[in-house]
T-cell receptor
Framework: QKEVEQDPGPLSVPEGAIVSLNCTYS??????FMWYRQYSRKGPELLMY????GNKEDGRFTAQVDKSSKYISLFIRDSQPSDSATYLC??????????FGAGTTVTVRA | GAGVSQSPSNKVTEKGKDVELRCDPI?????LYWYRQSLGQGLEFLIY????????KSGLPSDRFSAERTGGSVSTLTIQRTQQEDSAVYLC?????????FGPGTRLTVL
């Protein structure tokens, strides 16, 4: 079993829809949780960085962490075609070596 | 400011050859990481440099892989006697006081 599980999709939604992404993990030592966005043939770029359980909002993006269930989510409101990318969850045990999910490929249709 | 840069962007080599991949981290970042991303897979940690400490090599898949970091800045990842299963995108990241910032990667194809 992988430490971090993420449904690879693909996920296709119409423009303006809410995109819902999630990851589960098995290692309770993870303390920091991140979401990265990766466009084709580019490196991942950080979208959200959270520590505690609960919600964090940044513009159209909301990250949720539920440590008791070992489950994290990312929601994208009012999705745009420019949001079409692969979204990677990542987790840190505070040893600065990130463990990544496989990534979910999202397409937002105009 | 300048981000993490990597070279070459693409590398095609023949099985059995050695390759060197270069990473220039963000200036002032003390931590540097190498990851491998295979098709349909997440990023796989390879090696981690922090300042002048001995590197964490726990993710290197075999002794054909090695890396060095000169002067606490530029890093080179070397793969000896490349195999077809080494084909992947090799990503470098650097970190200052926050989280990791990634370069664009080197796409390695072993024929």
């Amino acid at each position: 079993q992988k430490e971090v599980e993420q449904d690879p999709g693909p996920l296709s939604v119409p423009e303006g829809a809410i995109v819902s992404l999630n990851c589960t993990y098995s290692n309770s030592a993870f303390q920091y949780f991140m979401w990265y966005r990766q466009y084709s043939r580019k490196g991942p770029e950080l979208l959200m960085y959270t520590y505690s359980s609960g919600n964090k909002e940044d513009g159209r993006f909301t990250a949720q962490v539920d440590k008791s269930s070992k489950y994290i989510s990312l929601f994208i409101r009012d999705s745009q075609p420019s949001d079409s990318a692969t979204y990677l969850c990542a987790m840190d045990r505070n040893d600065y070596k990130l463990s990544f999910g496989a990534g979910t490929t999202v397409t937002v249709r105009a | 400011g300048a981000g993490v840069s990597q070279s070459p962007s693409n590398k095609v080599t023949e099985k059995g050859k050695d390759v060197e991949l270069r990473c220039d981290p963000i200036s002032g970042h003390t931590a540097l990481y190498w990851y491998r991303q295979s098709l349909g897979q997440g990023l796989e940690f390879l090696i981690y440099f922090q300042g002048n400490s001995a590197p964490d090599k726990s993710g290197l898949p075999s002794d054909r892989f090695s890396a060095e970091r000169t002067g606490g800045s530029v890093s080179t990842l070397t793969i000896q006697r490349t195999q077809q299963e080494d084909s992947a995108v090799y990503l470098c990241a650097s970190r200052g006081t926050g989280t990791q910032y990634f370069g664009p990667g080197t796409r390695l194809t072993v024929l």
